[in-house]
């Protein structure tokens, strides 16, 4: 008699069968999905591709969409929060070398050195007093308002241009719009105390500067700022008139300006400095999976937290002063 050969592993009886299935028999009827899992292989479980898993290139478009949302919410932030709080601090030290001037009976010279504070303006009906600064660049312009310095200083014979900030860093020129004709406008100077009444207000093309600056034969106050507000596409200019005599016109020759200090032009003398912020807070940025990995996780917030602090300061700062001065 023949034996069949049997295959190791084969289920071929139905003592195997149902040995297999714990002594149930399989039969057409309970033949189900419980019972086939038995014998078929379980599916192979998903892959979970983890962090350390996952290709070079898509850690580094992480890292770079990260930075980019960091820097533009910061910058937001810091335009039209904090920087206010950089224009109160510098307000509080121009305020103090001015006083300074005053009580140590200091001359003024023919030409006030840029930066240099050189006068305090005063609007009662917007709550404005504000310590004034030579030089209307974007620099400046966040520390103070700023007198353009190819025109008389306030309180001497023609029109003195005054430029300010319309809602960053504190936003000092923000309402100018609503003076109406005959508000007080008081300058204090090293020449003195001057009072002007307004007169007037007018919005100039960003191409029209001269309309603005230009002497129109009286002695006046021009107050200018950016309009609209977030944008400044073209100027917002509040004259007003000097009521008395004017001080003695030191003698000086017009300074020429560039197109940074009227208040609408970019200052490309930031593009380098803007530049290496910016290395320097991407520097910083690829640092810190480095630092949490090498440092406990307190000890990494220490290190790296100033770091990217400062670093974002800088590249704010810097790309500020590639905008509107008078944004």
């Known amino acids: 008699m023949a034996v069949e050969e049997r295959v190791p592993g084969q289920l071929d009886t139905e003592r195997d069968l149902d040995r297999a299935f714990d002594g149930q028999r399989v039969g057409d009827a309970d033949w189900g999905p419980d019972r086939a899992s038995r014998i078929l292989p379980p599916p192979e479980a998903p892959r979970i591709i983890t962090d350390r898993a996952r290709p070079r290139s898509d850690h580094l478009r992480t890292r770079i969409l990260q930075l980019c949302g960091v820097v533009v919410v910061g910058f937001l932030v810091f335009e039209f929060a904090l920087s206010g709080l950089l224009h109160a601090r510098e307000q509080a030290l121009l305020l103090d070398s001015f006083q300074a001037r005053v009580e140590g009976f200091e001359a003024l010279g023919p030409i006030p050195a840029t930066g240099a504070p050189i006068g305090v303006l005063r609007i009662p009906r917007l709550e404005v007093e504000q310590v004034l600064i ?194």
């Open 134 to 327: 030579q030089g209307t660049n974007a620099e400046q312009l966040e520390a103070a308002p700023g007198h353009l310095r190819s025109t008389p200083l306030p309180g001497q014979p023609g029109n003195a241009v005054i430029m300010g900030r319309r809602t960053t860093f504190g936003g000092p020129f923000a309402d100018i719009g609503n003076l109406t004709v005959g508000e007080p406008i008081y300058v204090t100077t090293l020449q003195g105390s001057f009072l002007y009444r307004a007169s007037g207000a007018q919005f100039v093309a960003n191409d029209q500067p001269g309309t603005a600056f230009a002497s129109a034969g009286d002695n006046r106050l021009t107050l200018v700022t950016s309009d609209p507000e977030y944008y400044g596409g073209q100027r917002l200019i509040v004259t007003a008139t000097l009521e008395g005599a004017p001080a003695e016109m030191l003698a000086a020759a017009p300074l020429a300006v560039d197109s940074s200090e009227l208040g609408l032009a970019a200052d490309l003398k930031a593009v380098p400095a803007f530049a290496l912020s910016l290395l320097l807070l991407v520097g910083a940025f690829l640092f810190l999976p480095r630092a949490y990995r090498e440092f406990p996780l307190r000890v990494a917030y220490v290190i790296t937290t100033p770091i990217i602090v400062a670093s974002l300061v800088l590249v704010f700062r810097s790309f500020d002063r590639l905008l509107p001065a008078m944004l």
